[in-house]
């Protein structure tokens, strides 16, 4: 079993709905990563949570420590979400907070006009 | 104010050759991590430096190696190549050891 799990794989919707993806890990961690990567482009940090949820425009990402488990929405999708979305977490090494990143496989979404 | 900045952007090799890749971080980042992307494998770690130090090391084989230069600039070095060291190779620089993290647009490896 892989330390950092997402679902769903692929996910196709309209424009307009409400998306989300979902990450669990099952490592003890210092702080959880949301990324985006365009196709054939770079990955862009979205949000860094270690606790509760944050908010940037239609995006929202929560975390919930105890039952490691993370979650990022995307209300009033628009075709230029399209894009793959990774979580990635970073392992609470020997009491500091320095750990290493290990992946999820990525979400594949495809919004449709 | 620049972002982080690799250099190749493509490069080909030939199996058994070495390939060195670098990564030039934003102003005022001192850590650089490097990472390596297959469609196979996806996403994963090699290492970071911070301040010239190695701080952590994934689970890649010895050819794979790097360092940090006193001005933050990194650099790694994947020696003896094998046709499945084709990837994409990412470096990523924060303020701090856990802070945001910002990409560079990553070197493309082709072993041939």
């Known amino acids: 079993k892989n330390e950092v799990e997402q679902s769903p794989q692929n996910l196709t919707a309209q424009e307009g709905e409400f998306i989300t993806i979902n990450c669990s890990y099952s490592?003890?961690?210092?702080?959880l990563h949301w990324l985006q990567q365009h196709p054939g482009g770079g990955i862009v940090s979205l949000f860094m949570l270690s606790s509760g949820k944050k908010k940037h425009g239609r995006l929202i990402a929560t975390i919930n420590i105890q039952e490691k488990h993370s979650s990022l929405h995307i209300t009033a999708s628009h075709p230029r979400d399209s894009a793959v979305y990774i979580c990635a977490v970073r392992s609470a090494a020997g009491g500091t907070s320095y750990g290493k990143l290990t992946f999820g496989q990525g979400t594949i979404l495809t919004v449709h006009p | 104010k620049a972002g982080v900045t690799q250099t190749p952007r493509y490069l080909i090799k030939t199996r058994g050759q070495q390939v060195t890749l670098s990564c030039s971080p934003i102003?005022?980042?001192?850590?650089v991590s490097w990472y390596q992307q297959t469609p196979g494998q996806g996403l994963q770690f090699l290492f970071e430096?911070?301040?010239?130090?190695?701080?952590n090391k994934g689970n890649f084989p010895g050819r794979f190696s790097g360092r940090q230069f006193s001005n933050s600039r990194s650099e790694m070095n994947v020696s003896t190549l094998e046709l499945g060291d084709s990837a994409l190779y990412l470096c990523?620089?924060?303020?701090?050891?856990?802070?945001?993290?910002?990409f560079g647009e990553g070197s493309r490896l082709t072993v041939l």
């Open positions: 102003s005022g980042h001192r850590s």
């Open positions: 990523a620089s924060s303020k701090q050891g856990t802070g945001e993290l910002f």
């Open positions: 430096y911070f301040s010239e130090t190695q701080r």
């Open positions: 490592v003890g961690i210092s702080a």
